[in-house]
Each structure stands twice: as structure tokens, then as C-alpha cells.
């Protein structure tokens, strides 16, 4: 390839690239770099190159670098791995809590012992009041798929949210009131019921739940 066939190559590749990306009026013309023709054939696109160095633009102005995500004027980052935010507690009329797992998070290291103290004063106050949760049914019954009178409530179908090396706050231990009875779903369900801190210790002596609900449905 002689240097004017370069030169042309190098020329239709950005007038291509830049016909793809869009052309914004507001902003200068980018210089041509020595290493464009390089760049624009591994599949790097433009429209990532900073007008002035070729650089990847900085995330402190508003880009965006993998795995994480800004809008501009927010320094607030979202990992691009992590699950769709839950929205956070909502009190419906008659004062019922619409809960989610995250509500229900407090301060424990690993290996702690559970103790009453540790739970945030919003979690105590959920004590005795009517509440909803939705999760994953865990039942703790062996081949019953209805008439379920007791099971746990976890937050995730995907990991151990039960038991040894468990999240204490990442289940829910449920009970279902007199005349009431559940059928088993692999789906997520929405428990009503009243909510109770509990603790539930097993022959081990170890604490694996701390919170139980004495529901009226489950659906």
C-alpha cells in the first residue's frame, strides 16, 4: 500500500465512523491521530475517542468506563453487574409496610452473635405492625406443594440465603395463621401477614433467622 492509499483509507474510515456515531454542530472537529487507522480496525469506535487526545473520556465529566455507569452532574455509580436497585420501604393506607429485603438490613459481622441492639431503630419499630415481603419460598416441609403451613421467605433464589455462612437479614421466618395455608411456587411471592422479630436458633445454638411473619396469605 503506497502512502496516498493510506492516506485515503484513513480518510473514508473516519468520515464512516463519524457518519455512524453522529455529528454534534456544537463541537470542534477532532485532529487526526497517528494511530487512528490502528484503532478504528481493532473496532474502537470513535465516538469514545476524546476531541483532543484520543483518550477514553473521563467519567469525572460525565462518561462512562466498563463495568460502571454516571449521568452527568452525578458523581453516583452503578456497577454494571449488580441487580436493578429494590425501591425502599412504602407505607400503604392503613399504615401496612410494603417491605423489601434491603429494609431489613442491619450491621453483623460473619461470625457475631445476634443481639436485639443491633437492628437499626427502623427495623424495631416494624415490630407487631402489619407488613408485606416478597421472596423465594424455601419450604421447610419435605415433597408438599400445598397446603403449606410453615416455610421461609428468602430473598434470593440464586444464592444461600438459609442457613451456615447465610445473611441473617436475608430471610424470614413464616408461619401462617389459623385457617390460612400456602401452595409452593418457584416464583416470587408476596406474603402478608404481621411482622415479628424473632429469633431462631438451631439445636446447634447458632442464630439463622431473626425476623417471622404470622401471614394471612401468601400469593
Known amino acids: ?16 465512523a463519524a457518519a455512524i456515531a453522529g455529528c454534534d454542530a456544537n463541537v470542534s472537529p477532532r485532529p487526526v491521530q497517528a494511530d487512528d487507522e490502528s484503532r478504528l480496525a481493532v473496532g474502537e469506535s470513535p465516538a469514545n475517542w476524546d476531541n483532543s487526545t484520543g483518550t477514553s ?41 410494603d417491605l423489601t429485603f434491603d429494609d431489613l438490613e442491619f450491621d453483623i459481622q460473619p461470625d457475631q452473635d445476634f443481639q436485639v441492639d443491633l437492628l437499626t431503630e427502623q427495623i424495631q419499630d416494624l415490630d407487631g405492625r402489619q407488613v408485606i415481603l416478597r421472596g423465594f419460598m424455601l419450604d421447610t416441609s419435605v415433597f408438599t406443594l400445598k397446603g403449606i403451613k410453615q416455610f421461609v421467605l428468602i430473598r434470593d433464589n440464586q444464592i444461600c440465603c438459609f442457613g451456615p ?55
Open 165 to 219: 455462612g447465610a445473611k441473617l437479614f436475608h430471610n424470614c421466618w413464616i408461619d401462617m395463621e389459623e385457617g390460612a395455608a400456602a401452595a409452593f411456587s418457584s416464583r416470587p411471592v408476596t406474603v402478608e401477614g404481621v411482622f415479628n422479630i424473632r429469633p431462631w436458633h438451631a439445636p446447634d445454638g447458632k442464630c439463622y433467622s431473626v425476623f417471622h411473619i404470622t401471614a394471612s396469605k401468601v400469593k
Open 57 to 97: 473520556p473521563d467519567p469525572a465529566v460525565g462518561g462512562v468506563t466498563a463495568g460502571n455507569s454516571t449521568t452527568a452532574g452525578s458523581s453516583a455509580t452503578v456497577d454494571a453487574g449488580a441487580t436493578k436497585p429494590r425501591p425502599r420501604m412504602t407505607i400503604r393506607a392503613g399504615g401496612v409496610r
Open 1 to 16: 500500500m503506497n502512502c496516498f492509499q493510506g492516506n485515503t483509507r484513513l480518510v473514508v474510515l473516519l468520515v464512516v
